[in-house]
């Protein structure tokens, strides 16, 4: 991956103030919540699974308003469908899954539903959940930054592409940036490590910021 030459900095282990595991446990939830919403699961029935869960105060202002809407707007829906992403890093921090591997691809959605069946109706899902150590957080939110620097770097050429693989040292194909599955990918990622570590310290989910 190409690399920014001056300074992209991610905080010192001893400095990093992470979220709560519990919290983390509680967005994993709602996550998993919004993307079932936006697949077609009924209203009330995602709405259940946070309530149940006393997690609804965790739920950001954005996704009160897509959960409370009678209906689904196709594509409002289509964009939150990608929060799977966002929720594999949650259960990879978790370590309900055991490694976020190169986001070339998008998530083990079989895997992930897998596990969310099991805890969704889960109370020790939250009461129990523990992080993996910060410096594996910070690890992963300054690779996923990184990638993601590339990825924008190249979109200010033309055409603007990519390796289909996001290795620009192999010889895999060139696509345009829109057709590249993986850039979803690190763009979840990235905004879902953002939060996890408190990132410029954002009020709720909808206020991280990706800037690289």
Same mark, same amino acid.
């Given at each position: ?12 282990? @001893?400095? #990093?103030?992470?979220?709560?595991? =519990? ?24 709405? *259940? ?19 409370? #809407? *009678? ?5 409002? $829906?289509?964009? /939150?469908?990608? !929060? ?6 949650? /259960?990879?921090? /978790? ?14 959605? &079989?895997?992930?539903? =897998?596990?969310? !069946?099991?805890? =969704?109706?889960? &109370? ?27 990825? !924008? ?17 192999? @010889? ?19 905004? $879902? ?12 989910? @909808? ?6």
């Amino acid at each position: 991956v190409p690399v920014y030459p001056g300074p992209l900095f991610v905080e010192d282990d @001893d400095e #990093a103030r992470v979220q709560d595991a =519990e919290e983390v446990a509680r967005r994993a939830l709602i996550l998993w919540a919004v993307s079932i919403r936006a697949e077609g699961t009924p209203q009330q029935e995602a709405i *259940a699974l946070i309530k149940d869960a006393d997690a609804w105060g965790s739920v950001s202002p954005e996704e009160v308003e897509f959960l409370d #809407a *009678a209906s689904l707007d196709p594509l409002v $829906a289509q964009a /939150l469908v990608w !929060r799977l992403e966002s929720l594999w890093v949650m /259960l990879w921090a /978790l370590g309900r899954v055991d490694e976020l591997a190169w986001p070339d691809d998008m998530c083990n959605v &079989p895997r992930l539903v =897998e596990v969310m !069946r099991v805890e =969704e109706s889960n &109370p020790a899902f939250i009461t129990g959940a523990k992080l993996r150590d910060v410096s594996e957080l910070l690890d992963a939110q300054d690779l996923a930054m990184r990638i993601h620097w590339a990825i !924008r770097d190249a979109s200010l050429t033309q055409p603007a592409r990519v390796p289909n693989n996001l290795d620009w040292s192999g @010889d895999a194909e060139w696509v345009e940036i829109p057709m590249c599955a993986g850039v979803g990918v690190v763009e979840e990622r990235h905004h $879902a490590l953002n939060w996890l570590v408190n990132f410029l310290k954002p009020k709720n989910l @909808d206020e991280v910021d990706t800037h690289t």
